[in-house]
């Protein structure tokens, strides 16, 4: 997987992508050169997933501004 592709993609894509990775490792049936080629599309794919999580942990504060300050609160499930 190149750059610009992997960061093209959206949470979501990149999460399920990142799951098949470790799948495919888990079996054991690949070659140490694809592991490792795994492994390496696998951490930019966590590193992508943990940045766009923290982009949107960033929205969320921004959100709920009042009065002029930013309060956060922990998410709580309905």
Known sequence: MNKELSESLNFETALSKLETM????????????ESLQNFEEGIALARQCQQILKEAEQKVQILIEQNGEY????????
């Open 71 to 78: 309060k956060t609160r922990p998410f709580e499930e309905e």
């Open 22 to 33: 470790i799948e495919k490792m888990a079996t054991g049936q690949l070659t140490l050169e």
